[in-house]
């Protein structure tokens, strides 16, 4: 069983910057792409960005390119999002995800099996 852990949300002023983390239990988290995703109150899970396992092939959503980067460290089991220039419309319960394959870096929620708990990331203006 695969177990993801998020951690990093919090409360941060427009402008700002967060790092999230993904650390997750199980040697072969290393062997798989993770993504990330976000929900807001009343609105669908929607994807933010995924890292392949060697990080070679990374995929960002329009709304957080040039601002946010995933990153991930296989020696530590842990995947990061690092997230700058933050707007309200950031808002959200930010959720990563192994993904299906090594390269599973799709936008879609079906390239993704285990899934983490969430974090909650709040941009006041």
């Known amino acids: 069983q695969v177990q993801l852990v998020e951690s990093g949300g919090g409360l941060v002023q427009a402008g700002g910057s967060l790092r999230l983390s993904c650390t997750a239990s199980?040697?072969?988290?290393?062997?798989?792409?993770t993504g990330w995703f976000r929900q807001a109150p009343g609105k669908k899970r929607e994807f933010v960005a995924a890292?392949?396992?060697?990080?070679?092939?990374?995929n960002y959503a329009d709304s957080v390119q040039g601002r946010f980067t995933v990153s991930r460290d296989n020696a530590k089991n842990t995947v990061y999002l690092q997230m700058n220039s933050l707007k309200p419309e950031d808002t959200a319960v930010y959720y990563c995800?192994?993904?299906?394959?090594?390269?599973?870096?799709?936008?879609?929620?079906?390239?993704?099996?285990?899934w983490g708990q969430g974090t909650q990331v709040t941009v006041s203006s």
């Open positions: 199980g040697r072969t988290f290393s062997s798989y792409a």
């Open positions: 890292i392949s396992w060697s990080g070679g092939i990374i």
């Open positions: 995800a192994r993904g299906l394959g090594r390269n599973s870096v799709g936008y879609s929620r079906t390239a993704y099996d285990y």
